[in-house]
């Protein structure tokens, strides 16, 4: 049973100022974190127009995405990990892991991924130092991608990375790519071709079939290895890469309640999640005592994967 955790208000620890600043040529966001204009390749951050060897094979990746992620392959890649019978490993031995993987769909980063999870953890731990469940929703926000790895069934990438959208409804053109749905089967089932398709408005995300990847299969880990973490912390995991709701407004017709709650953290989470990519990287061994502490607190010391 999750076990959900009081949080003080987000407007009580939030100040979007949203102010740009000449001299750096950085966007400041929340808590006064600095975020870059262009990536790591000298790019705007999740630029998929630019003309580059990595953004075709990043076009490549969607178009095969959009084709093969269906509402029954879903059904099917969940039914499998739902068994949790891959492996038995504590978070920190995750997250080790993890350095054996490169996201392919991902135009702003090529570092090993444990970089990304530190880089982001510790610029949130920064900003909101009292936010301890969020420094440790971060590090392990994408240790789904294990799923790229042989004894995790090596999914082709279109099934583990990139952004993650419904399945049973229609596409909604803010979807990266758009285009390739049209080769997608679901595409011209009269059942899955409305705006609500097989739902009803206001169901709750819980409800809905997202498309399979690396955000489902650790949201389905950590609550099946009764995770402490709040109910917003785990909405993060689950909807972190569903940028069509929470960065262009899309599919909020299915929300609830909770979950207009829950994006308002995640909104704040994703400013650190794209921003904090970048070369610099992080001394892993300063700062593990301080993340496994914080693993200890809400996970339990061996999880089933």
């Known amino acids: 049973m999750t076990i959900l955790i009081e949080q003080p208000s987000l407007e009580s620890l939030v100040e979007e100022k949203n102010m740009h600043t000449k001299e750096s040529n950085v966007l400041v966001l929340?808590?006064?974190?600095?975020t870059p204009e262009i990536n790591a390749f000298g790019q705007s951050f999740r630029n998929y127009d630019v003309e580059s060897e990595r953004q075709k094979g990043v076009e490549e990746f969607y178009?095969?995405?959009h084709i093969n992620q269906t509402y029954d392959f879903v059904k099917r890649m969940?039914?499998?990990?739902?068994?949790?019978d891959k492996a038995e490993m504590s978070i920190w031995e995750c997250c080790e892991l993890l350095n054996e993987v490169v996201d392919e769909s991902d135009p702003d980063l090529d570092e090993p991924q444990i970089q990304h999870l530190l880089q982001s953890a510790e610029a949130i731990r920064k900003d909101y130092p009292n936010e301890d469940w969020l420094h440790l929703t971060a590090l392990i926000h994408d240790l789904g991608k294990i799923l790229l790895l042989p004894s995790f069934g090596e999914l082709p990438q279109w099934a583990v990375v990139g952004d993650t959208f419904p399945l049973g409804c229609a596409f909604d053109e803010s979807n990266i790519h758009h285009k390739y749905f049209k080769e997608n089967p679901d595409y011209n089932r009269a059942a899955y071709n409305t705006k609500n398709g097989i739902y009803t408005e206001g169901c709750g995300l819980e409800n809905v079939a997202m498309s399979w990847g690396h955000d489902d299969y650790m949201y389905m880990v950590a609550k099946k290895n009764d995770t402490t973490l709040p109910s917003a912390g785990l909405f993060i995991i689950r909807y972190h890469s569903?940028?069509?709701?929470?960065?262009?407004?899309?599919y909020t017709h299915l929300m609830n309640e909770e979950d207009v709650e829950n994006l308002k953290w995640l909104k704040v989470f994703n400013k650190y999640d794209l921003y904090s990519k970048?070369?610099?990287?992080?001394?892993?061994?300063?700062?593990?005592?301080?993340?496994?502490?914080?693993?200890?607190k809400y996970f339990p010391a061996?999880?089933?994967?």
């Open 30 to 34: 929340d808590g006064g974190f600095m």
């Open 63 to 65: 178009r095969l995405q």
């Open 78 to 84: 969940r039914k499998e990990y739902e068994k949790l």
């Open 242 to 250: 569903f940028y069509p709701l929470h960065k262009e407004g899309a």
């Open 278 to 296: 970048s070369k610099v990287l992080i001394d892993v061994e300063k700062v593990k005592p301080y993340y496994v502490s914080l693993i200890e």
């Open 302 to 305: 061996k999880l089933k994967w």
